[in-house]
């Protein structure tokens, strides 16, 4: 038996932030970036919260540390807050249902739910059960998973993402596209989470582009912010696969953002899981076929598995080039010793990380080696 259930309240559409009021108790703590803040952005959540008191920890930074969670547990404890808010990126999110998580292990504070609203279309946080939680020193991101970690309730809000820069838009719409499609390959897909990744997909090669260029395409940031949520949907429940794998360990050690560690290796992996082979091969694996779905569902297929998959992977690298993405970690400045010295432990790293379970493919630590040899340079042999 299967089971597919919705834990997160979605609320979505003009008004959504009105649900803010429906917040039980007195005491909120909005956990946020300093960005939302300076911005005044705040004010789009705190204008909810009237009559009730709230505190603010706005020390959130790209790719929360340890150190911080622990500091934000210990405000959180001081405040004792009776809900939690958590608005911004996957960062801001992350950390507030880390620090809930490890609160509550610390049994100091009874289990408090917490509204996740995100300010990126990227991570799909505010529906799943993970967390991503770095450590600095070792250059590792932990992905926390545990059903606790589920907000309550999400709340999708276009206004909160017009400010969103270009960058952030390439980078946040590639990690939606990559959890789409690690989650439609996974070896837990069923037909639910197949409807979500597939609308989410579809979704993305439409209107990424668009809402790259225009902040003010309100439809096209509204339905990428609605893929992201989907997305999120079908991985919280099929997980993801070596392409984060690899990005939690590059993420940490590199400092590339996740979304465009996602991308780069994107092209490299699914050409990888789908182990096409020799001209002559006829017998194609599931991964091969499911992307080859794909690529009908985006209008490039061609009614032939490898066609197909070929021709997703180029439109996945024409997008990228559309947004001006670099393609290569030689690109990012990444200096090519820092690479070599770091390669053999992100292989390590990622056949260790709990993504690699569901992928497609065995992986071996060659394998991953030999994906980040290409994704240095990024000269893609496939094409
Ligand atoms: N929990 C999960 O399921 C999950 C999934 C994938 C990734 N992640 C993690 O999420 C993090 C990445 O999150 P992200 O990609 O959303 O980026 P982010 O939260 O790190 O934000 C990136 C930048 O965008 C800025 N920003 C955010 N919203 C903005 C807005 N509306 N206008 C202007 N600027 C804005 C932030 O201030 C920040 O500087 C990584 O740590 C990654 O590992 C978590
Ligand atoms: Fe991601």
């Given at each position: 038996m299967e089971k597919f259930e919705i834990k997160t309240s979605i609320r979505f559409g003009e008004?959504?932030?009105?649900?803010?009021?429906?917040?039980?108790?007195?005491k909120i703590f909005i956990v946020t970036d300093p960005f939302m803040v300076k911005s005044g952005m705040i004010e789009m959540v705190t204008r909810?919260?009237?009559g009730k008191q709230y505190k603010v920890f706005?020390?959130?930074?790209?790719?929360?540390?340890v150190e911080l969670v622990t500091k934000g547990v210990k405000e959180l404890l001081e405040f004792e807050p009776d809900a939690a808010v958590a608005l911004g990126g996957g960062s801001a999110i992350d950390e507030a249902k880390a620090i809930l998580h490890f609160a509550g292990r610390m049994g100091k504070l009874p289990r408090i739910g917490l509204t996740a609203i995100p300010?990126?279309?990227?991570?799909?946080?505010?529906?799943?059960s993970f967390a991503v939680i770095t450590d600095r020193d070792k250059g590792v991101k932990y992905p926390l998973v545990d059903a606790s970690l589920l907000p309550e309730c999400a709340i999708l809000d276009v206004d909160l993402v017009k400010t969103v820069p270009q960058s952030v838009v390439a980078d946040t719409g590639m990690d939606v596209l990559t959890h789409a499609l690690e989650a439609y390959v996974s070896?837990?897909?069923n037909a639910f989470t197949d409807a979500l990744a597939e609308k989410a997909v579809v979704t993305v090669f439409k209107y990424l582009v668009r809402s790259f260029k225009d902040g003010d395409d309100r439809e096209a940031r509204e339905q990428m912010h609605d893929a992201s949520c989907m997305a999120g949907l079908a991985f919280d429940r099929t997980s993801l696969g070596l392409n984060h794998a690899i990005a939690h360990n590059i993420g940490g050690k590199l400092g590339v953002p996740h979304g465009r560690t996602n991308a780069i290796l994107l092209p490299y992996v699914i050409e990888f899981n789908a182990e096409l082979g020799d001209f002559g091969k006829k017998e194609f694996n599931r991964a091969a076929e499911k992307y080859a779905v794909l690529a009908e569902l985006v209008g490039v297929g061609s009614g032939n598995v490898r066609a197909g998959v070929k021709n997703l992977i180029r439109l996945i690298r024409r997008m990228q080039a559309q947004m001006k993405m670099p393609g290569s970690f030689k690109e990012c400045g990444i200096i090519p010793d820092k690479y070599r010295e770091a390669e053999d432990d992100i292989a390590k790293g990622a056949l260790l990380?709990?993504?690699?379970?569901?992928?497609p493919r065995v992986v071996t630590k060659e394998d991953v080696v030999e994906i980040l040899k290409k994704t240095y340079h990024g000269q893609h042999q496939s094409s």
């Open positions: 008004g959504a932030l009105e649900s803010l009021r429906e917040i039980e108790g007195n909810h919260l009237a706005d020390e959130v930074e790209p790719d929360p540390s300010t990126t279309s990227g991570t799909g946080s505010e529906v799943t070896v837990r897909a990380d709990q993504c690699i379970v569901t992928n």
